[in-house]
């Protein structure tokens, strides 16, 4: 099948600078991407999404942008803070009506 | 409810054993979703339902798993005759009306161990 994979698995950060998270995917059919947020012993919360008919979303310190040529999705989180460490899943949904994840990507955001 | 309730939040159990594992979802929410997601990797999803009935159950791994709805709100997953490898955190999420662009909203999980 096909999936959605993440390009790094850690990240660290220094509080204050921006995050990049990046993630490939590779069904072109898939028209909707969403970006959870997973802290340890939680379930994944949603931060951003965007539909495929969008290059750029925007939210409070979060924006994702999507490049359809080359199937690439990231997250930018501005001023990263302590609150920000946890896992991240990009996630897309097809013809169907379930959501395929990505291994993850850890950030450590260090003070 | 707030948000997606999903108990117990911690299984303990022997293999061989049966377990049940809920999920109340979303006040309003008619479609409601079953992941399952393993140390280090991302869910991976198991049944949808739309109201009562499974929409989608092609990611039940085997017949050992069942999950039911049958009031169209709190849902049931089933596991008969657990093994080891069934050992995973159990996600629920639920969306409004199962719409193809529509978010998922996941609860807490449920943490089964199986000894």
């Known amino acids: 099948g096909e999936s959605v994979g993440l390009h790094l698995p850690t990240l660290s950060v220094q509080e204050g600078d921006n995050s990049i998270i990046n993630c490939a995917y590779s069904?072109?059919?898939?028209?909707?991407f969403i970006w959870y947020k997973q802290e340890s012993g939680k379930g994944p919360q949603f931060i951003i999404d965007i539909r495929s008919n969008m290059d750029k979303r925007q939210g409070q310190r979060v924006t994702v942008l999507l490049n359809k040529t080359v199937k690439h999705l990231s997250l930018q989180i501005a001023a990263t803070q302590p609150g920000d460490s946890a896992v991240y899943f990009c996630a897309e949904r097809s013809n169907d009506y379930k959501l395929s994840f990505g291994a993850g990507t850890t950030v450590t955001v260090r003070a | 409810g707030a948000g997606v309730s999903q108990t117990p939040s911690n299984k303990v159990t022997e293999k061989g054993k049966y377990v049940e594992l809920r999920c109340d979802p979303i006040?309003?929410?008619?479609?409601l979703y079953w992941y399952r997601q393993s140390l280090g990797q991302g869910p991976e999803f198991l049944i949808y339902f739309q109201g009562t009935g499974a929409a989608d159950d092609s990611g039940l791994p085997n017949d050992r798993f069942f999950a039911v709805r049958p009031e169209g709100s709190v849902s049931t997953l089933k596991i008969q005759r657990t093994e080891r490898g069934d050992s995973a955190v159990y996600l629920c999420?639920?969306?409004?009306?199962?719409?193809?662009?529509?978010?998922?909203?996941f609860g807490p999980g449920t943490r089964l161990l199986v000894l």
């Open positions: 999420a639920s969306s409004f009306n199962g719409r193809e662009q529509e978010t998922q909203y």
């Open positions: 006040s309003g929410h008619t479609a």
């Open positions: 069904n072109s059919a898939s028209d909707y």
